[in-house]
């Protein structure tokens, strides 16, 4: 079956350790991207790619980083110096650019930090 | 700028009664309209799209949503719903080379 997944669904972290999320993809996409949900605050755009080695930010980049080497793979990792890291992280993919609006997306990984 | 405005965060109703879910957006230029479902501890599924043509979309699960571009509306409908449609349910507006932007999402409570 083509999807996206993620992994690892749960993950704890202590204050000041960097944390890699991973994100994979067997659907040709081009474009794959994280987001992060909060409660009440709906989707909110850390990076996107559109292409293989080149990424952009989002509108809250700020404390993490990724990497696009691969079609298929696009890991977040989340920095000690990310403020408040405790979320659910989402990664998408889609077939064209950002604004075509149909992603696909990945059951998300629940991060905690203790 | 556009934004997008989910009046409600929660809407509780009985089985098989009907359902609408709001959502109201801004903007100066014209959009695409989506509808998203979350399902508890998932990730987000496309239920439904406006992107030209009759403003009466149709959707998975029995939902439609229907586009009122003098309103800049794009409100939610589902005739009778079902306890497996208990869900948070967002709206999103693309426009044509900007990114998606979400609402708040709204909780849909379906009660025995």
């Known amino acids: 079956d083509g999807g996206i997944t993620q992994s690892p669904k749960y993950l704890f972290r202590k204050e000041g350790q960097n944390v890699t999320l991973s994100c994979e993809q067997n659907?040709?996409?081009?474009?794959m991207y994280w987001y992060r949900q909060d409660p009440g605050q709906g989707l909110r755009l850390i990076y996107y790619s559109q292409i293989v080695n080149d990424f952009q930010k989002g509108d809250i980049a700020e404390g993490y980083s990724v990497s696009r080497e691969k079609k298929e793979s696009f890991p977040l990792t989340v920095t000690s110096a990310q403020k408040n890291p405790t979320a659910f992280y989402l990664c998408?993919?889609?077939?064209?650019?950002?604004?075509?609006?149909?992603?696909?997306f990945g059951e998300g990984s629940r991060l905690t930090v203790l | 700028a556009q934004s997008v405005t989910q009046l409600d965060s929660q809407v509780p109703v009985f089985e098989e009664a009907p359902v609408e879910l709001r959502c109201n957006y801004s903007s100066s230029v014209s959009v695409y309209l989506f509808w998203y479902v979350q399902y508890p501890n998932q990730g987000l599924q496309l239920l439904l799209k406006y992107l030209s043509g009759s403003t009466l979309v149709k959707g998975i699960n029995g939902f439609e949503a229907e586009f009122n571009k003098s309103q800049t509306s794009f409100h939610l409908r589902k005739p009778s719903v079902h306890i497996s449609d208990t869900a948070e349910y967002f709206c999103?507006?693309?426009?044509?080379?900007?990114?998606?932007?979400w609402g708040a999402g709204t909780k849909l409570i379906i009660k025995p």
């Open positions: 998408a993919s889609s077939t064209g650019t950002v604004n075509t609006g149909e992603l696909f």
């Open positions: 659907l040709n996409h081009d474009a």
């Open positions: 999103a507006v693309s426009a044509r080379g900007y990114q998606l932007i």
